[in-house]
């Protein structure tokens, strides 16, 4: 079956300190791959996104997700947390053969302690 | 910069009402898609469609309905609420132009959040 698995439900970091956001994935082929950020009371806000080429891929805010195959995992991280970084992070995956429709992950959830 | 509408932000009603929740968005997307989010959980897709008069069920069993007359305008009613459609409703749209791999990116609205009393 196809799933999104975002193993940390909550994380919490100082402000300054270094995050990585996990995402697996089981998908038959090699999917697009999305992170997108929520904040309260907001919708969804594309951090960036891989669909091929360099598995390090950069993003908005000072973001940057890698892509490993072999582990079938696309993790977010940052070097240097902003107490506006804390929100709701998730990631979503997108299937050539899906028609389009993105599957997310349950997220998970950031906060940033002084 | 994506620009796209939702409409109430927010809505408390009682039950056995008839609701509609605007969705619009003037980039001239074809793709259109309504997701429901219930905290802590990943966002379920409830309804979609791929152009004027084109509408598709999604994964989760919902029983609102949706409607696609005008391009830029994707409503969702329930005609019945129910205390179990508590729940806050995202609006998306994607974007069929260019290279095949960006109609992936969608774009979302800033969300309704229902409560059905």
């Known amino acids: 079956a196809q799933s999104v698995t975002q193993p940390d439900i909550h994380i ?22 999305f992170w997108y950020v929520q904040s309260p009371g907001q ?4 951090l960036l996104k891989y669909f091929s080429g360099d598995t390090l891929v950069q993003g908005i805010k000072g973001f940057e997700a890698e892509f490993k195959r072999s582990q079938s995992s696309f993790n977010l991280r940052k070097p240097s947390v902003h107490w506006s970084d804390a929100a709701e992070y998730f990631c979503a995956v997108g299937p050539p053969d899906s028609g389009y429709a993105l599957n997310f992950g349950k997220g998970t959830s950031l906060l940033v302690t002084p | 910069e994506a620009d796209i509408y939702q409409t109430p932000r ?43 008069n084109s509408t598709e069920k999604g994964d989760l069993s919902s029983e609102s309905t949706v409607s696609r007359i005008r391009t830029e305008h994707f409503p969702l009613t329930l005609e019945s609420a129910r205390p ?17 791999s960006s109609s992936y990116e ?3 609205g800033p969300g309704t959040r229902l409560t059905v009393t």
């Open chain 1, 43 to 46: 919708g969804l806000q594309l």
């Open chain 1, 12 to 33: 919490t970091v100082s402000e300054g300190a270094s995050l990585e956001l996990r995402c697996n994935y089981s998908y038959g082929a090699t999917p697009y791959l």
């Open chain 2, 84 to 100: 179990s459609h508590t729940s806050q409703y995202l609006c998306a749209s994607s974007d069929p132009l260019g290279a095949r």
């Open chain 2, 10 to 52: 927010y809505l408390v009603i009682g039950t056995g009402k008839k609701i509609t929740l605007e969705c619009s968005q003037t980039m001239g997307h074809d793709k259109m898609y309504w997701y429901q989010q219930d905290p802590g959980m990943e966002l379920h897709l409830i309804h979609y469609s791929y152009g004027v």
């Open chain 2, 106 to 108: 969608q774009y979302f």
